[in-house]
């Protein structure tokens, strides 16, 4: 453009000669343009066709995952369990340094996330000490009964075969609450609340809470209990089954405490302090290689 620039003298008798430059400029520019225009046009044709290639994957995928997402099931929570076996009795500690004893052949679990869910299920006989944290709420659900507490020493006895669920408190203070979350009773210091699953009924009394939760110590003391009572409470600390012969048998009354005693001997003794007679059957060994529950039988003279 400078060459043809200086070439030019600005004068009436060039203006064929500036015209024809000026023309040979815009078939210039015209012909750049088209040049540029087509590699565009040739950049987005092929551009077009790789994002089609690659949206049509990526659709499926935004779709798949949607849906897995939409109709996925929720994230079930994990929990942890502890189960004492029949027979035996466990000592346990929870996240928040509470503790606890399991009675023969009862489970509790709990909520992996325990420092967000204070909460624990049971099924069986459990004494618990439960840490106070501020005003963070603890929480032990059976079938049939809640127990709310903030720090206390309470037990609860909710075993599956048996007719009641009962709740004792030792120190402190317990809401109990029913399924639908209503109230139930307020318990303090050696106190009881019994529900009788087939009546429906709540009777709450003043007891010694000790003799109910010695158990947790190796102790079995009975104040004023039926022989009904006593061999349903030996079975399941010892594995066995007893049976009791007679209405009368089974309401006799009994005051005794035992402390670790093998169950020949506390037949022993029951003998001694009252007129009752026992067998004890040994063991059957089934097909399996496997052995039945000892028997015990039992019936007044």
């Keep these: 453009m400078e060459v043809e620039w200086n070439e030019t003298k600005p004068t009436e008798d060039n203006k064929e000669r500036l015209a024809g430059i000026l023309n040979r400029l815009h078939d210039h520019i015209n012909s750049t343009g088209k040049i540029k225009e087509t590699v565009f046009q ?18 499926i995928t ?3 995952l949607s849906y897995f997402s939409i109709n996925s099931p929720k994230k079930v929570e994990s929990w942890a369990e502890i189960h004492s076996p029949i027979g035996s009795r466990v000592k346990f500690q929870l996240p928040d340094g509470t ?3 399991l009675n023969s052949g009862s489970t509790i679990k709990y909520p992996v996330n325990f420092a967000q869910n204070r909460k624990v299920e049971m099924s069986g006989e459990a004494w618990f000490d439960v840490v106070h944290i501020n005003s963070d709420g603890f929480r032990v659900l059976t079938p ?3 127990v709310k507490v903030l720090g206390t020493q309470f037990n609860v006895n909710a075993y599956d075969d048996d007719i009641t669920t009962g709740v004792i408190l030792e120190r402190g203070k317990v809401i109990v609450l029913g ?15 019994i529900y009788n699953k087939s009546t429906k009924k709540l009777v709450k009394s003043c007891i010694d809470a000790k003799s109910y939760t010695s158990w947790k110590e190796g ?16 079975e399941r600390r010892y594995n066995v089954e007893i049976i009791l012969h007679g209405d009368a048998l089974k309401a006799s009354i009994f005051r005794a405490s035992f402390q670790d005693e093998n169950l020949e001997d506390i ?3 029951l003998s001694t302090v009252a007129p009752i007679q026992y067998k004890i059957h040994k063991r059957l060994q089934q097909p399996d290689s496997t052995f ?5 039988e039992m019936w007044l003279n």
């Design 42 to 59: 040739s950049f987005y044709n092929v551009f077009s066709k790789i994002a089609v290639v690659l949206l049509i994957p990526a659709l």
């Design 179 to 193: 399924k639908d979350e209503s109230v139930k009773g307020e318990l303090d210091p050696n106190q009881q609340l």
């Design 292 to 296: 039945l529950k000892k028997k015990i």
């Design 99 to 101: 503790q606890g004893w």
């Design 144 to 146: 049939y009964l809640d």
């Design 219 to 234: 102790l079995l003391i009975f104040k004023n209990a039926t022989m009904a009572e006593i061999a349903k409470r030996l």
């Design 267 to 269: 037949c022993k003794m």
């Design 62 to 64: 935004v779709g798949v």
